[in-house]
C-alpha cells in the first residue's frame, strides 16, 4: 500500500469517527418571545421581554434589546407565555362513570396504555408537571408509566405518583354494592386497624409510590358511603402518618367532613383533597401548619352539566348540586383565611378531553382568587406542593424550560388555558401553533 492511499484511508476513518462520534457544540439558545410573559411570581404580566432557552433550562428573563446576536427567536405573536401547568389531582387510569367496577374488565396493561395516552394528552394540553392520586388497578401500572416516561421510553409530562388510595373495608374506596358472598378486589387499597394501616403504606412504597393517598372520609363519587363521615380512626391516622414519615413520603388526604380534615391536618398530611365541609376551625389549623388545600371543584359542574343522566354518578350529581354553593364558600373562607389552595381536577383519563381540566382555573376565581392568583395556584404553587419549586412552576433563570404559551392574555380572559398553542418541556417543544 503506498502512502497516498495510507493517508486517504486514515482521512476516511477519521471522517467516520467524526460522524459517528461528533465533537461536542456549543449549546443553542432559543428566545421565546410573545406579548407578554407571566412568570408565575410576579404580580403583574411582563411585556417587552423574551425568554431565554439553553439545554434543557431557562437561562435569563431579558429586555428585548438584550437577547443575545446568535439566538434563534421564535416568535409567538398574539400568545402569552406562561410557566407550563401543574395538576395536583388527576386519575389517568379511572374510566367512565362505573369506574368502581370498570378496573375489574381491564388488565393492569391495558390500564397501563390508556395512562399513557392519558398524561401524553395532558402534556399536549400544558399539563406539564402532574400528581396522581391513586388509580384504579389492582396493581401498580401507574407507576411503570411513569418509569417509562423517566427513562425516556415514551414522552410524558414529569411525574409524582399515588399508586393507590388506602381506604377501610366500606370505605369510599372499596365496591359496597356487591352481595356479601362474592368477593371482588376494589380499586382501593383496603386497610383495617394499625398493623393493616402500616402494611398498606410499606406496599405503596415498595412498588414505587411517591406519595400516600388516603380515603379520610366518605366520597361523592362511590356507592353507599356518605361523605360527611370520618373512615379513620384516630390510631389509623396516625400509624399512616408514621410510617409516612420514616419512609419520607408525602400523604395527600381525600376528605371531605370538617371533622375528617382536621383529623388529617393536625396528624400532619401534607394536602387535603377536596374539603367541600371545611369550617372556620379547620381553615385556621390549614393556615397554621401550612396545609395545602386541593378543592377540585370542576368536577362537580362537569357531573351536573354532562353526566346529569348517569345512573351510577346520580349520587355524585345529586351531592354536586346540592353542596356547589356551601363549597365554593369554603373555599373562598379557606382563601381569605390564609390557606394556600392549589390546582387539581379529579379527571385524568382521555374520555374527557384534557383541555377541559383549565376550567378548574376558572372555579377558583368565581371562589375568590384574582386571575394572577389562581394561574400560580396552578403553577409555581403547585411546584411547591410537589416539592420541586428549585426546578420549575415559574420562568426564572436556572429553572427547568417546561414553557406553554396561551393565546391573548389569560388575565383578562382565563379561558385561554384551554386552548394552549405552545408546549416546551425541559427545553423540547411538543407542541407548536
Same mark, same amino acid.
Request: proline share 4%.
Given at each position: 500500500?503506498?502512502?497516498?492511499?495510507?493517508?486517504?484511508?486514515?482521512?476516511?476513518?477519521?471522517?467516520?469517527?467524526?460522524?459517528?462520534?461528533?465533537?461536542?457544540?456549543?449549546?443553542?439558545?432559543?428566545?421565546?418571545?410573545?406579548?407578554?410573559?407571566?412568570?408565575?411570581?410576579?404580580?403583574?404580566?411582563?411585556?417587552?421581554?423574551?425568554?431565554?432557552?439553553?439545554?434543557?433550562?431557562?437561562?435569563?428573563?431579558?429586555?428585548?434589546?438584550?437577547?443575545?446576536?446568535?439566538?434563534?427567536?421564535?416568535?409567538?405573536?398574539?400568545?402569552?407565555?406562561?410557566?407550563?401547568?401543574?395538576?395536583?389531582?388527576?386519575?389517568?387510569?379511572?374510566?367512565?362513570?362505573?369506574?368502581?367496577?370498570?378496573?375489574?374488565?381491564?388488565?393492569?396493561?391495558?390500564?397501563?396504555?390508556?395512562?399513557?395516552?392519558?398524561?401524553?394528552?395532558?402534556?399536549?394540553?400544558?399539563?406539564?408537571?402532574?400528581?396522581?392520586?391513586?388509580?384504579?388497578?389492582?396493581?401498580?401500572?401507574?407507576?411503570?408509566?411513569?418509569?417509562?416516561?423517566?427513562?425516556?421510553?415514551?414522552?410524558?409530562?414529569?411525574?409524582?405518583?399515588?399508586?393507590?388510595?388506602?381506604?377501610?373495608?366500606?370505605?369510599?374506596?372499596?365496591?359496597?354494592?356487591?352481595?356479601?358472598?362474592?368477593?371482588?378486589?376494589?380499586?382501593?387499597?383496603?386497610?383495617?386497624?394499625?398493623?393493616?394501616?402500616?402494611?398498606?403504606?410499606?406496599?405503596?412504597?415498595?412498588?414505587?409510590?411517591?406519595?400516600?393517598?388516603?380515603?379520610?372520609?366518605?366520597?361523592?363519587?362511590?356507592?353507599?358511603?356518605?361523605?360527611?363521615?370520618?373512615?379513620?380512626?384516630?390510631?389509623?391516622?396516625?400509624?399512616?402518618?408514621?410510617?409516612?414519615?420514616?419512609?419520607?413520603?408525602?400523604?395527600?388526604?381525600?376528605?371531605?367532613?370538617?371533622?375528617?380534615?382536621?383529623?388529617?391536618?393536625?396528624?400532619?398530611?401534607?394536602?387535603?383533597?377536596?374539603?367541600?365541609?371545611?369550617?372556620?376551625?379547620?381553615?385556621?389549623?390549614?393556615?397554621?401548619?401550612?396545609?395545602?388545600?386541593?378543592?377540585?371543584?370542576?368536577?362537580?359542574?362537569?357531573?351536573?352539566?354532562?353526566?346529569?343522566?348517569?345512573?351510577?354518578? #346520580? &349520587?355524585?350529581? @345529586?351531592?354536586?348540586?346540592?353542596?356547589?354553593? !356551601? %363549597?365554593?364558600?369554603?373555599?373562598?373562607? +379557606? =382563601? $381569605?383565611?390564609?390557606?394556600?389552595?392549589?390546582?387539581?381536577?379529579?379527571?385524568?383519563?382521555?374520555?374527557?378531553? #384534557? &383541555?377541559?381540566? @383549565?376550567?378548574?382555573?376558572?372555579?377558583?376565581? !368565581? %371562589?375568590?382568587?384574582?386571575?394572577?392568583? +389562581? =394561574? $400560580?395556584?396552578?403553577?409555581?404553587?403547585?411546584?411547591?406542593?410537589?416539592?420541586?419549586?428549585?426546578?420549575?412552576?415559574?420562568?426564572?433563570?436556572?429553572?427547568?424550560?417546561?414553557?406553554?404559551?396561551?393565546?391573548?392574555?389569560?388575565?383578562?380572559?382565563?379561558?385561554?388555558?384551554?386552548?394552549?398553542?405552545?408546549?416546551?418541556?425541559?427545553?423540547?417543544?411538543?407542541?407548536?401553533?
Amino acid at each position: 500500500m503506498n502512502k497516498t492511499m495510507l493517508v486517504g484511508l486514515m482521512a476516511l476513518g477519521m471522517l467516520g469517527a467524526a460522524l459517528l462520534f461528533p465533537a461536542p457544540a456549543n449549546a443553542a439558545i432559543t428566545a421565546l418571545i410573545a406579548d407578554r410573559v407571566i412568570d408565575g411570581r410576579s404580580a403583574r404580566a411582563l411585556t417587552d421581554v423574551a425568554v431565554l432557552v439553553e439545554d434543557e433550562r431557562i437561562i435569563g428573563v431579558v429586555k428585548m434589546d438584550q437577547i443575545p446576536e446568535a439566538a434563534t427567536r421564535m416568535q409567538l405573536d398574539g400568545f402569552t407565555l406562561m410557566p407550563g401547568m401543574v395538576e395536583l389531582h388527576t386519575h389517568p387510569t379511572i374510566a367512565g362513570d362505573e369506574y368502581q367496577i370498570e378496573h375489574l374488565r381491564k388488565s393492569s396493561a391495558q390500564k397501563g396504555l390508556e395512562a399513557l395516552k392519558s398524561v401524553q394528552e395532558m402534556l399536549d394540553a400544558g399539563w406539564t408537571s402532574i400528581r396522581t392520586a391513586g388509580a384504579a388497578d389492582v396493581n401498580y401500572a401507574i407507576v411503570d408509566v411513569k418509569r417509562a416516561i423517566d427513562s425516556g421510553v415514551f414522552p410524558g409530562p414529569r411525574m409524582q405518583v399515588a399508586g393507590h388510595y388506602i381506604t377501610i373495608t366500606g370505605g369510599g374506596g372499596d365496591i359496597n354494592f356487591i352481595a356479601p358472598e362474592h368477593y371482588l378486589i376494589p380499586d382501593g387499597l383496603r386497610a383495617d386497624g394499625v398493623e393493616e394501616m402500616r402494611k398498606a403504606v410499606r406496599r405503596e412504597v415498595k412498588y414505587g409510590s411517591d406519595w400516600i393517598k388516603i380515603l379520610a372520609t366518605g366520597a361523592f363519587m362511590s356507592a353507599a358511603d356518605d361523605p360527611r363521615d370520618v373512615h379513620f380512626s384516630p390510631e389509623e391516622m396516625q400509624v399512616v402518618m408514621d410510617e409516612a414519615n420514616r419512609l419520607r413520603k408525602p400523604v395527600m388526604a381525600h376528605a371531605h367532613s370538617a371533622e375528617g380534615i382536621k383529623m388529617a391536618v393536625r396528624a400532619g398530611v401534607r394536602s387535603i383533597e377536596h374539603g367541600t365541609f371545611l369550617d372556620a376551625e379547620g381553615v385556621k389549623l390549614m393556615a397554621e401548619r401550612g396545609t395545602y388545600l386541593v378543592p377540585t371543584l370542576y368536577i362537580g359542574d362537569y357531573y351536573i352539566e354532562e353526566m346529569a343522566d348517569s345512573q351510577a354518578q #346520580a &349520587k355524585m350529581v @345529586a351531592l354536586s348540586r346540592k353542596y356547589r354553593a !356551601e %363549597a365554593l364558600a369554603n373555599v373562598r373562607a +379557606a =382563601i $381569605k383565611g390564609g390557606v394556600k389552595v392549589a390546582v387539581g381536577v379529579d379527571f385524568g383519563h382521555y374520555l374527557v378531553p #384534557a &383541555k377541559l381540566y @383549565a376550567r378548574e382555573f376558572a372555579l377558583l376565581i !368565581e %371562589a375568590g382568587m384574582s386571575p394572577m392568583d +389562581a =394561574i $400560580k395556584a396552578g403553577t409555581s404553587l403547585g411546584a411547591e406542593v410537589l416539592g420541586w419549586d428549585d426546578r420549575l412552576g415559574t420562568l426564572e433563570q436556572g429553572k427547568l424550560a417546561d414553557i406553554i404559551a396561551v393565546p391573548g392574555n389569560p388575565l383578562e380572559d382565563i379561558s385561554a388555558l384551554e386552548q394552549v398553542g405552545f408546549v416546551m418541556l425541559g427545553g423540547k417543544v411538543i407542541r407548536q401553533p
